[in-house]
């Protein structure tokens, strides 16, 4: 693992993230103490990504649950494979359709031994907690506000002690406990008796200047100019009363456009154009083409002329 928040910091950033000192602190310390670290914010500020720069950094599988409504433990932890249960059955018993004779032979009839793991389908959670891994995996559950309320008390058990309990076969826990990752974007509230086992952190959207530089780091060909320009707008945006405000995702998807066009500087009619890349609705987008486009253009070019002219005179 890493050595101290400094390293963790350090760690993050030349795998490409950037983490302010709070959830750096918060990470080191959830995998100093084997604890899961529970990730609030707005979509698109790079909960995910922790999850995928971590297995990269610490060279172990990402193991992703992706929630959704009417996840249940079938296809979260494990099932049984039926149709092999039922060929195994019929193989003891005869081909289909033949009569058996000996009506005394009870061992034609038993199922004891095919609620083992050789018929056991492991589902991302029981794969996590799989003692034949040789090191400790990263467990993702991504979006668990999308999940219902029921599916949190499934993963109390979890969380707690890293163990799943089949009724079949009995509890199977971890050897090397997954680093755990849980995202929600608060689409609802999550259980206090989930958090109260968890690491928690809320990600904000970055400030101007952490902007730029995670823009800079991932999209480094994008002219200095026209990255200032895109952080300037997009944090313009962000103070709009619009349905769905621009994530960082967003903001580096706009960029990689807007290099695409070979833009130099914003323009109006590249803004306009690329809308999509920012904006997710289409009342969002009307209301950005009625008007308003044009004033942050205009907002984001004064203030970077007003920039230029006073680095000379603070130097």
Known sequence: MFASIDETSQELARHLYIADAGLATSLFLALKMEKPLFV????????????????RALDTPLIRLQCYEGLDIHQAAYEWNYPRQMLEIQARN?????????????????????????YLLRRPLLRAIDPNLDQAPVLLIDEIDRADEEFESFLLELLSDFQITIPELGTLSARHRPITLITS????????????????????????DKELEILRHKVPGIAEGLAQQ???????????????????????????????????????????????????????????????????????????????HATPASS
């Open 40 to 55: 609030e914010g707005e979509p698109g500020v790079g909960k995910t990504e922790i999850a995928k720069v971590l297995s």
């Open 94 to 118: 005869g081909a289909p359709g033949r009569a058996n004779e000996g009506e005394g032979d009870s061992t034609c009839d038993s199922t004891s031994d095919i609620f083992t793991e050789d």
């Open 185 to 208: 974007n608060r689409t609802r509230e999550i259980h206090d008796a989930l958090k109260r086992r968890c690491v928690y952190q809320w990600i904000d959207y970055p400030a101007r």
């Open 230 to 308: 895109i952080v300037g707008f997009v944090q313009a945006v962000r103070e709009q009363d619009l349905y769905k405000l621009p994530g960082v995702s967003e903001t580096l998807d706009w960029a990689e456009a807007l290099g695409h066009l070979e833009a130099r500087a914003l323009d109006l009619e590249a803004v306009q154009a690329t809308l999509g890349f920012l904006l997710k609705t289409q009342d969002d987008v009307d209301k950005m083409r009625g008007g308003l486009a044009r004033s942050l253009v205009e907002q984001v070019t004064a203030e970077q002329v007003t920039a230029e």
